[in-house]
Every structure is written in C-alpha cells, then in structure tokens.
C-alpha cells in the first residue's frame, strides 16, 4: 500500500536512526570492551582499528557493485542482520575473554583476531546500509524534488551526527559503572533492532512504488526526449555501467572519470585532519597544562564541553545548508562552505604557530580550538552540498559503485591522518599535523574551486548584468552555457 511522502520519510528515519546508533556507539565501544579484556596495551585496539578501516579500503568497491546489481530491499536487509550478527558474535567472544583470564596468549590472541575479522564484516555491511540508503534510497523517496532531496540529507546526517554524539557517551556512562552490563547491553539492543529495522524499510520500500523498480530503468531517458545536461556531462555507458566493472582498478576508472570526481576528491581529503575534537586532538588538549593565573584546563569535563559545542555547529549545518542551496544551489553553496572552513582554519592555525613559538602551548591551544569549532559547520554544509550534486549527476545504477569507491577513499585519508600522528607522536610535534590537515583542507578547497570554474565558467559570480556585459566584451561561451544550465544544479540569482 503506497505511503504518503510524510510517513515514509519517518519509517526511513526510525530505520536509519537504529542502524546509525547501533554502528556508532559499538565503534566507540568496542574499543573500551578491547581494552578491557587487554590491559596494559594499545596494540590489540590498534589491531582491531586497522583490521576495520583497511576492510573499507580493499572492499568496500566491491561492496558498491553488490548494491548496484542487488535488490534493494535485500541489499538493506542484508546489511542490516550481516552488521548485528557480527556485533553480537564479537560481543560474546569479547565477554569470553573478560571471564576467562586464564586462557593461554595463544588462545586470547586467536580470539582478537577473530574478533577484527567480523570488525571488518561490520564495517562494510555498515558501508553497505549508509549507501544504499544515503545515496540511493532518498534520491527516490525524494521523487525528483530537490528540496524535498536537500531536506531528506540534512536530515539523515543530522541523525548521523546525534547519534556520533549521544551513543558513545551513553556507552561510556554504562561501562564506566561497569563494562560487563554495557556489553550486554550492546548485545541485547542488536539482538532486538534488527526486527524494528526489518519492518521499517520494508513499509517504505513497499510504500514506495518506485523502489521496487530496477535502477538501470530508472536510468532510461524517454525515446523522444534530446540528451540532457547529465547525459553530456557522463562518460560513454559501455565504459562505466555495462557491464559492471569486474576489477578493483576498473572501479577506480569508472570513479576517476565521473563528472563529480573533484568535488567526491575534495570532500575526501578533509578525512586527513586531526582538528575534529576526535582522539587525536583530544589527547594532545589532555596533555597540556592548565593556563596560568586562570581556573582554565584541559580537563575532560571541558573537553567535553567543547566537544558539543562543536557538534552545535555541526548540526545547525543541516539546518542552514538546505536554505543556502535552495538561495543559490548547491554549487555555489559548496563553494562558499569550503572557502568558510578554510579561512577559520588558516586563522586558528596561524595563531596556534604564532603563540607557540611566543607563549605556551596552553595558550596557542585556544585560537586552534575555537576555529575548528565554526569550522565544522563549514565541512558538513560542504558535505550536503556535495552530496546532492553527487545525487543528482550520478546515474542510480551506478551510485553504490561510485560511493562505496568514496568511502574506500575517504578511509584512505583517513588512515594517513593518523599515520602522521604516529611518525609525530610527541605533543610538541602536533604543530606538523595540524599544519597538515590545514593544507588537506586549501587542497580539497582548490580542488572544488577547479570544479566550478569547469562547470560555471567563472568563480566570481558579479550579477546578471555584468554576465551579460561580459559576453558582449568576450564573447564568452562559458558564460552564455552557465546561464542556461539548470537552476539544480547551478544555482539561480538570489
């Protein structure tokens, strides 16, 4: 029975919720139950970290292919019972190795092995959902409205990111009163989501009629209809959708010669960051001393404060992105964003380096701390606006492909981010990370500045008038092709 377009969008998000919570909070938790049944040592949590990002970076492309060729309810479904059984199979293990503290090293590193390996299960079936949802799901509930598109991706993320924030605190609280009861309590809520999620996703797959339809139809263009802007901005089919890519490098092809590959690049190298309050970041604030002649520390109680005020932000980027894309779409809005997180960050390091090399090192900590604050409502706008230009050029039979080579890419820079942590370990060496991850950031925003001199001829946008002023003086095509492009995608004159 179909659904109306409200409560469609409620089952999606009670969905989405469940899976993003259940993700979040064992990401967080798994490493506190880790180090727990190893004490004393950082390399079995190292161990099971690598084991998962490295899992995302060698397969989550072939995970995009399953999506593609797949059903979509099967695909959601799939994802949904492979990530909870891996969740309650290494919860056990894990409260095998909290009771039984006689077993042999053998037998206790067996089990942390076994235990990376369904970490890895989890995260590309955690890859799988996000996709196939994310990208692929809200393009149809949307039903070609990009409003309605932009306000479904605000919020899903928005719900991403509560759920980044409230499930490991919840965990923590639990395992800090005790561990066992917050294990069981991550084994009991993946034992039971998994029926609410199951019958959730299937009310808005059967509510919605298009989603029972194949991808590759969804694809056609009508017989008598001339080749859109889309169309022409595409690679030839027989080179990126038929048949599908067989080989990891052909994946990488197909994902290289896509017309959003420098914004899907862009986005990915602001993984390579360690100014994101996460535990990089935090552990160096940990290690500085209070401020003299104030009551001002880096304790944990402000950190966490400072935490959720970051979160703040980033949250209100879910709600203002949707009304600065629909003011002046989503290119232009990626491009203002890119630019308001590089500026906050080229600030709060400058001063970070000027009052390191002048003051202490508590002190040059504030300018750094409070941009990266603003900062992050700059990234997330970024990532909406990238998004919906990704969902509306990508073709549907190719989105898991090409997001899941995204991710693969995204993890990449990631692990690079925390290799420059390790070759400067020290916290009188944190000054060449965040130099960095600053540059990560001017490179992401040429990058996307490259993508929209390619799409809209100019960078500037000086008025209608100078527009037509220009042509005449230069006849310029560029310009004359930008005014009639879409108002989706480029934007319309506020």
Known sequence: MPLSQSVAHRYLYL??????????????????????AFPGSLLPTSVYALARALSAILFAPFVGKYIDTHDRLHVVRLSILS?????????????????????????RWSCLAAISLLACAEKLSSVMNLVSV????????????DDILSGLNAQMRRIDLVCKLVGPLAIALVAGYSTTIALFATLGINITSPFIEYYTIAKV??????????????????EESGPSEQDALLPPQDELSSPAPQTYWKNIQAYVRSPVFLPSLATSFLYFTVLNFSGQMVTYLLTLPPISGTLFSYNSATIGLLRTLSVVFEVGATFLCPILIS??????????AINEQLLSLVIGTSLFLYYLKNGSSSIAALPLVFAVIPSRMGLWSFDLSVQLQIQQIVPRSQMGSFSAMETALQNTFELLSYASTIVWSRPDQFQYPVVMSCCAVACAAILYARYVRQRRGHLLHLGPCMDIKMDEICNS??????????????GHYP
């Not at 309650?88 to 006689?102: D, G, K, R």
């Not at 797959?205 to 009508?222: H, V």
């Open 205 to 222: 797959y059967f509510g919605i009629p298009d989603l029972q339809r194949s991808r590759a139809l969804a694809d056609e263009q009508p």
């Open 327 to 336: 003011r002046v779409g989503p290119i232009r809005a990626g491009l203002w």
């Open 477 to 490: 095509d560029e310009q004359s092709e930008d005014r009639s492009r879409s108002p989706s995608l480029s």
């Open 134 to 145: 994310e990208r692929d799901w809200v393009v149809v509930v949307s039903n070609g409205n």
């Open 15 to 36: 969905s989405h919720f469940l899976s993003t919570w259940n993700s979040r909070a064992f990401e967080f938790g798994a490493v506190l139950f880790i180090s727990s």
């Open 83 to 107: 990530q909870r059984l891996a969740v309650a199979v290494s919860c056990v293990i894990i409260y095998l190795l909290l009771v039984e503290q006689t077993w042999s090293a053998t037998v």
